[in-house]
């Protein structure tokens, strides 16, 4: 009877919830109609769709990911929506967990437990420990709040991607969003305009002269290609291990590959060929190694006379000191991260307080500043100096549990699932890696990425759930 009751609270607490932000939705359709009945009207569509989401939280949150992706795309499509697409989304992802959760073991309704969550509510916890003693609170604020909503994706996915077939369509939408974003980058390099980015970040950034592409995202141009290298990463590794859909993960590679070219991403070219070779190298006994031999050989003769000049004179920047004065930006951008951090080493200076101390009279002098707040271009280094030794300590051990889940799982040799795994360990560790050269830390990613490598590792462990997940993918289909 005791779980039953609590079972019922549980539901009536989802309910209320749903009652809530429903009420709100029909007090700001009822606005919306009293202004213009035409944006009233229009807002009728939206609400049903978010009522179907709210009844399916696994679709809500599949949408989710897509978007994390293709954020251009989202704001063009609820532009005439009074919130975002993710806020949207996120209500009725988590709502409608809440509501069926009642159906779960208690201890499994906000997802199985792991090492890697407990981290991630401490992380949460120290966030808000440093936001008390920040100097400037509105910036610390807006920053918690923004965070705080990007991690809600690392405990969504987690409690919904619980079948293989779950996790493994995840995936293939991760992937499909490098295929879209990708078409949207040569577009835009061939046509030179700009398609669906509307944020100054995406269509801003220029080299020499030239229009850096974001795709159908509205991150700046660098943090799309890391969100793009990471999907085509994903998806090499699943067109060598991974027969069903090998035409699509193909696809993906090639456009991908293209686009990244196009980037100008000097971070995502360094993390690739970091990831290819450490790939190549732990695959070199098996069979598929002449494959990719083959596989690489070629794409490398039939891509290079299309590579255009701007991207060599973008490389070539890493070894000519002083001829890009953004190089000489990132040295400051770490200097004045390691000053701030040897003087707050617990607290830090406050999460979304770095760019402020960055634009401050302190550091007015360092070579390639510029007066204006800007972000360290470090994912480690602004969180240390954000948030403390500490605070880098748990967001660490998030990512490196997380990445060691994911090992795991592609050990565990789960017909169907573990492949997946692998593909996700790699393509996880080139966006940790290029993640050294930006702020990714509070990207949508980021937060994704772990999640899906931790609900691998229950699936093909069973870590938490009681039951191994190899009887469960079996039932998938598939094989490695």
């Excluded at 916890?125 to 709040?145: D, N, P, Y």
């Excluded at 405990?155 to 991760?174: C, K, N, Q, S, Y």
């Excluded at 141009?221 to 035409?247: D, G, N, S």
């Amino acid at each position: 009877m005791p779980g039953r009751t609590r079972g019922m609270i549980w539901r009536l607490t989802g309910y209320l919830l749903l009652a809530g932000g429903l009420g709100f939705l029909a007090l700001l359709l009822v606005a919306y109609a009293a202004e213009s009945p035409k944006k009233g009207l229009m807002l009728v569509p939206g609400l049903a769709a978010g009522g179907i989401l709210t009844l399916n939280p696994y679709a809500a949150a599949l949408l989710l990911v897509v978007f994390s992706h293709l954020d251009a795309l989202a704001g063009l499509l609820t532009k005439a929506l009074p919130l975002s697409a993710f806020k949207l989304l996120s209500v009725a992802a988590v709502g409608g967990m809440l509501i069926q959760s009642y159906r779960k073991p208690r201890p499994l309704r906000l997802g199985p437990p792991s090492r890697t969550k407990s981290l991630v509510v401490l992380f949460l916890i120290w966030l808000c420990i440093s936001f008390l003693s920040c100097e400037f609170r509105a910036a610390g604020k807006e920053h918690v709040i923004g965070f705080a909503s990007v991690i809600v994706l690392f405990f969504l996915i987690v409690a919904l991607a619980d079948t293989p077939g779950r996790l493994r369509a995840m995936v293939w939408v991760l992937v499909g969003t490098g295929l879209v974003s990708g078409l949207f980058v040569l577009a835009e390099s061939m046509l030179g305009v700009r398609l669906v980015a509307t944020e100054a970040a995406a269509t801003t950034a220029q080299f020499e002269g030239q229009a850096r592409s974001a795709g159908a995202s509205n991150y700046n141009p660098t943090t799309a290609a890391h969100m793009l290298l990471c999907t085509v990463v994903i998806a090499a590794v699943l067109f060598f291990e991974h027969k069903p859909y090998r035409w699509f993960s193909g696809a993906v590679v090639l456009v991908g590959m293209a686009a990244l070219v196009l980037t100008l991403a000097r971070s995502a070219a360094i993390a690739l060929m970091l990831i290819a070779l450490t790939y190549m190298w732990q695959n070199r006994t098996r069979r598929l190694f002449p494959l990719m031999l083959i596989c690489l050989a070629a794409a490398l003769a039939s891509a290079l006379p299309f590579v255009p000049e701007v991207y060599w004179e973008r490389m070539g920047t890493i070894f000519e000191q002083g001829s890009d004065r953004t190089l000489l930006r990132r040295f400051s951008y770490n200097l004045i991260g390691l000053e701030l951090l040897w003087e707050n080493p617990v607290f830090g200076v406050g999460p979304g307080n770095y760019p402020h101390f960055y634009a401050g009279d302190d550091f007015r002098w360092y070579p390639g500043r510029e007066p204006g707040p800007r972000q360290l271009h470090n994912s480690y280094l602004e969180v240390a100096a954000e948030l403390g030794l500490i605070g880098l300590a748990l967001f660490m051990g998030v990512m490196l549990t997380a990445m060691r889940s994911a090992v795991q799982a592609a050990r565990a040799a789960v017909p169907g699932l573990s492949v997946f795994a692998k593909a996700l360990a790699y393509g996880f560790a080139a966006f940790l890696i290029a993640s050294l050269f930006m702020p990714n830390e509070d990207t949508k990613f980021m937060w994704i990425l772990p999640a899906l490598c931790v609900a691998a590792r229950t699936l093909c462990l069973g870590g938490g759930t009681g039951t191994a997940g190899t009887g469960q993918a079996g039932n998938g289909g598939g094989g490695n």
